[in-house]
């Protein structure tokens, strides 16, 4: 065998162990990928949720364009038996608040956020970006802005818009309205726990 044939089969050996190995690194990605999806598999759109959240509508439109509004911390009253919550008019002019749930002798919290949406839906949630632990959060325009992650979710219907934890808005709460005030049941904040963050 001469050299140029020794030189080129070597040389074609070469070329077929490169195809190979270039091969199995394909592959490898194309795996990497179908993983993340399938782990992923919950779309922006979808967020993962266990209550109804409630319904109450203030009857008009609210406008928060060109608006940065951080949350107002007030107190949670007890507005009925076995409920606590704070007055409609509070909410009105506060915009976005904040505040504890205590039990258990304040050995336990649950931190509870509410606004009302540009629809004039009142919303109710626990102010908790899960994934991130972010309590606190602000309006920008139309949308509801994690202070931490800067996860953005639309203030209507908290579908997420950008960041990292867009699964995970705050978890809207059920509540009534009841002659001025919003009820909240104790029962349903007490029993009240983090989803599981897959995923993250």
């Given at each position: ?122 919303v109710v ?15 920008s ?41 919003i ?9 009240w ?8």
């Open positions: 065998m001469s050299k140029k044939q020794e030189f080129i089969e070597k040389k074609n050996k070469r070329q077929k162990a490169n195809r190979v190995v270039i091969g199995i690194v394909a592959l490898l990605g194309v795996l990497g990928i179908t993983i993340f999806m399938v782990v992923n598999s919950t779309s922006p759109s979808q967020s993962v949720t266990r209550w109804e959240g409630g319904t109450y509508n203030i009857g008009s439109q609210i406008s928060y364009q060109g608006k940065i509004l951080g949350m107002t911390d007030i107190e949670l009253i007890q507005t009925d038996e076995g409920a606590v919550g704070f007055t409609l008019e509070d909410l009105k002019q506060s915009e976005l608040i904040y505040s504890n749930f205590y039990f258990n002798g304040e050995s336990n919290r649950v931190p509870v956020m509410a606004y009302i949406s540009p629809a004039g839906r009142v949630a626990v102010s908790l970006c899960e994934p991130c632990q972010s309590e606190s959060f602000h309006i325009g139309n949308e509801l802005v994690c202070d931490t992650c800067r996860t953005k979710w639309l203030l209507n219907d908290l579908r997420g818009i950008s960041g990292g934890c867009l699964t995970y808005p705050p978890e809207e709460l059920n509540y009534t309205v009841d002659e001025g005030y009820n909240i049941l104790e029962a349903d904040l007490k029993s726990g983090p989803r599981e963050t897959k995923g993250m």
